[in-house]
């Protein structure tokens, strides 16, 4: 078999648990190896150059408890025209934590409790942004009678209330007009005769003219020639003075009344004028145009109207240079005029979506300086200086960055010593970048982030005690693990790279680790191993580039799949079968990637794709991508309609989800229309009784043609209701027959038979088997520590902590035993542990509990306000935040 070369050409293309007393509740739960042309590694070396960790442009608090904690305070006591900011703020913290879905939700909470139209169209607009996307979804709740509110454009002008079509009221016996009750106004050759009460009573100014002391007050005509009025535009006035309503007239003529009103102070017909020009607002021109006289003029309804049209073409109008000097030129009076006292927000959107496409660009820069102006308290100096400084950093613009990472260290964020520290390291000058460190390291409690960047300034032994630190500290940080990685292929040591590179990845799907691990594949000639990661990757990231962004995943999978056996359609069937039964989630991931390419149904193998990101690899961008494949490729109306359910389903609409199964199973009966509607429906309602509509409904899709991998789900699933009702008999059956026909996690369902059965021996001789088949086993751990005694229990969950740190219920188990040892700050150092790099509502509930127990209310009720902000809803974290706060002195 040949071997794989890069020439220089192709580089350059472009819980159920016997748990310590009352602590925790019962739970459910082109490379080769380089023979005679590389020896000694030194092409695999050149591969493994490490970048250093970004220097992250999030707003990432030493203490994120304590910041979710103040914010939760604030949102119960604040004025309701200050919670979206601190919404705002929740969602930068969930940000940086690097939690999607809380962050979402945070967002969501901010236009939520919008109080003004100016928020409304912001967060608005950021939630259409964050689900690019998934316009989709709106497209299938009209289908279903249901609108997706945050997609629509707001009809804000009816909202807005109207300053009235009069300024000044008089009292018509008692005033005296100086003239005659008809005045003629005169512009060139037309004569437009109005009422001169009414008229008067427009504004002030007019009034004085007109009834006062000017020459004007005398006069029967008035020669308006010279003001910018047109004869249509001044009868359009006169007829506005009698009625208090416009005329149709074109957007020209409204805007010279608008001229008018504005230098005789017509409030009232400002006010009108503003609301028709805004419906004329359509287009990005249109938004351009009108906001250049919404600035000029004053009118902040025509420039909000202006503003929810640019913000809803979000991020492609930020390609457009006249879009980007409005917002990068607005003065502070002009920006209260475009979006009031909400500009932080404002920018805030604009430099997130600038920063995302290019975050060195002038426009990065120009947002991200009116966000440092528009900054009015110390935490949002602190988000809005880093960020200015993370592109001034990147723009090499190093004395600029340093003056900013020194402000937003200043005022309170301790993460912005990593950017001083690289820019002392720039500059030589490693001790001091090491000195920087130190010194935030000794005044608090030391994280995971600052091991990794003291590792920067270090060699050797101690680069990687430092190294291995921060992994103990933060086993979410992926810089230390390609670190050792790399390292050990370098001193080839390919095999214990692999076992290293390997330890992330269990838990942790990170591109760049999948590069890592071609990279260490390829080096063995292993290029069917190769191939799968490649072939992942692609499905994750299509546009994927690697080797330092020079070249295409596309192109190495070209020249890997050059080198390995090509598998028949029979053999990819038989691949996914096997990787699929033994939990391979990226073996299958692979697998169906190849199938893709060929003719087969593709709906089908979009929708497992999307069954493997979803539920097994947690991608769910990833997922919705593929399940939306998976409908613009079905073969059919009713599996078009699956898809759909699915969708809807998976992104919270599961009365709709159910709507589209129903609609599917009358066109035609198919195993997966009937699962769809099992799993919405018992997932939906609470009521005992549709455990029987379930059992149903599974049994109909068993008697339809599947395959065997949905059968074995399906009666997985079937036994799980006949656990939930008590028919284990039913139950052991069901698992048993899909273990026949290759569903591994069976043995999770059979081995909870047993132990409902008083067999924990069984039970844990079948964990055990669970542990031995799957590749991804971690859980297999957990679930078997709930059938033995407490040494192998510990045992267990330890391995379970090795394999997937991010799994909470160990350190709680560990914790809560520690506390029925009466090792109370052994115990919240347990927790604590895993706090720091995991926001988790079960261990922050926990470490309340603990607190409250020693008797320091204050950090219980710390905790209690941070888990409330991860899950407001929680009814026994409300209840334990309630009897806390009532003991606060």
């Not at 009460?197 to 005398?218: C, D, I, Q, V, W």
């Not at 002009?334 to 909400?342: F, K, P, S």
């Not at 599917?664 to 609470?686: G, M």
């Amino acid at each position: 078999m040949r071997k794989l070369f890069f020439s220089e050409s192709a580089c350059k293309e472009t819980k159920l648990h016997s748990a310590p007393h009352s602590w925790l509740p019962l739970e459910r739960g082109k490379l080769s190896k380089f023979s005679g042309h590389a020896a000694g590694g030194s092409s695999v070396e050149s591969l493994m150059k490490m970048p250093e960790p970004a220097v992250l442009p999030h707003f990432k608090p030493a203490d994120y408890v304590d910041i979710l904690a103040q914010i939760h305070e604030e949102l119960e006591s604040c004025p309701p025209d200050e919670k979206s900011c601190l919404y705002l703020l929740q969602f930068q913290v969930f940000r940086g934590l690097g939690e999607a879905k809380l962050s979402r939700r945070s967002l969501q909470s901010a236009w939520e409790k919008a109080s003004t139209i100016h928020e409304k169209l912001i967060f608005g607009a950021w939630l259409k942004y964050e689900k690019k996307g998934e316009e989709a979804i709106s497209d299938l709740l009209s289908s279903c009678g249901k609108c997706s509110q945050e997609f629509r454009l707001l009809d804000f002008v009816s909202q807005v209330s109207s300053t009235g079509s009069y300024d000044m009221s008089y009292d018509e016996e008692s005033d005296e007009f100086r003239g005659s009750a008809v005045v003629h106004f005169r512009i060139r050759d037309d004569m437009i005769a109005c009422d001169r009460r009414k008229l008067a009573a427009l504004s002030t100014p007019l009034y004085a003219m007109l009834n006062g002391g000017f020459r004007e007050s005398y006069l029967e005509v008035i020669d308006m020639s010279r003001n910018g009025i047109s004869p249509i535009g001044m009868r359009a006035i006169s007829k506005f003075s009698l009625s208090g309503r416009l005329p149709y007239l074109s957007a020209d003529a409204i805007l010279e009344m608008l001229d008018f009103a504005n230098k005789f102070c017509c409030k009232g017909l400002k006010d009108a004028c503003e609301r028709k020009l805004a419906s004329f607002v359509s287009s990005r021109q249109d938004a351009i145009d009108f906001m250049e006289c919404a600035l000029e003029l004053g009118c902040s309804i025509l420039a909000a109207s202006c503003l929810q049209v640019l913000l809803n073409e979000l991020p492609e109008c930020l390609n457009d240079e006249q879009v980007v000097r409005i917002f990068s030129s607005a003065n502070k009076q002009q920006r209260l005029t475009i979006v009031g006292n909400a500009s932080f927000s404002l920018y805030c959107l604009l430099s997130e979506v600038s920063m995302s496409t290019n975050p060195t660009s002038d426009v990065s820069v120009s947002f991200l300086e009116k966000l440092v102006e528009s900054a009015s308290d110390s935490r949002q100096k602190q988000l809005a200086l880093h960020q200015l400084a993370c592109t001034k950093f990147l723009r090499k613009d190093y004395a600029e960055a340093e003056r900013l990472f020194n402000a937003a260290f200043s005022a309170g964020h301790h993460y912005s010593v990593v950017g001083l520290a690289r820019l002392a390291s720039l500059r030589g000058n490693k001790h001091f970048a090491l000195k920087l460190l130190d010194s935030v390291m000794s005044s608090r409690w030391p994280l995971g982030w600052m091991y990794q960047e003291r590792a920067l300034y270090l060699d050797g032994d101690s680069k990687l005690e430092n190294l291995n630190k921060a992994t103990e500290l933060d086993p979410t940080l992926t810089y230390p693990y390609m670190f050792r990685a790399a390292s050990l292929m370098k001193r080839q040591s390919v095999e214990a790279a692999l076992m290293e590179i390997n330890r992330i990845l269990g838990f942790k799907l990170v591109l760049e680790c999948l590069e890592l691990r071609f990279c260490c594949y390829l080096a063995l000639e292993d290029y069917r191993a190769a191939l799968c990661d490649v072939q992942a990757i692609l499905t994750l990231a299509p546009e994927y580039r690697m080797i330092g962004g020079r070249v295409a995943a596309k192109q190495l999978r070209m020249l890997v799949l050059e080198n390995v056996e090509q598998w028949t359609a029979a053999d990819c069937w038989m691949q996914l079968y096997d990787r699929w039964s033994s939990v391979d989630d990226i073996g299958s991931l692979s697998v169906i990637y190849q199938m893709l390419e060929s003719d087969t149904a593709k709906g089908v193998l979009y929708f497992r794709q999307s069954l493997l990101l979803l539920s097994r690899l947690n991608c769910p961008e990833a997922a919705t991508r593929s399940l939306q494949l998976a409908r613009e490729h079905a073969a059919s109306d009713h599996e078009r309609l699956v898809y759909e359910g699915w969708i809807l389903y998976d992104t919270g609409h599961c009365e709709e989800g159910l709507q589209k199964a129903e609609a599917s199973i009358t066109i035609q009966r198919s195993f997966e229309a009937f699962f769809l509607k099992a799993y919405a429906l018992a997932d939906s309602s609470l009521d005992p009784s549709t455990s029987a509509t379930v059992v149903s409904l599974l049994e109909d899709a068993l008697r339809c043609p599947s395959d065997r991998l949905r059968k074995g789900q399906a009666l997985n699933n079937l036994g799980s209701v006949y656990v939930d009702c008590g028919k284990l008999d039913l139950a052991a059956e069901c698992y048993i027959n899909a273990l026949k026909i290759g569903h591994t996690r069976a043995h999770q369902g059979l081995a909870r038979v047993h132990f409902l059965r008083n067999n924990r021996t069984s039970a844990y001789d079948e964990m055990t088997k669970l542990i031995e088949k799957a590749r991804n086993n971690a859980s297999a751990y957990e679930k078997r520590s709930e059938y033995c005694d407490r040494e192998l229990t510990k045992a267990d969950l330890q391995m379970v902590t090795k394999l997937d740190p991010l799994r909470v219920y160990p350190y709680r188990y560990r914790a809560a035993v520690l506390m029925d040892n009466h090792k109370e700050k052994e115990a919240i150092a347990e927790l604590t542990k895993a706090i720091a790099f995991k926001a988790d509502l079960n261990l922050l509930h926990l470490r309340a509990a603990f607190h409250e127990h020693i008797g320091d209310i204050s950090s219980a009720l710390r905790d209690c306000r941070a888990a409330l902000s991860v899950d407001p809803n929680h009814q026994e974290m409300l209840e334990l935040h309630h009897r806390v706060n009532s003991q606060e002195p």
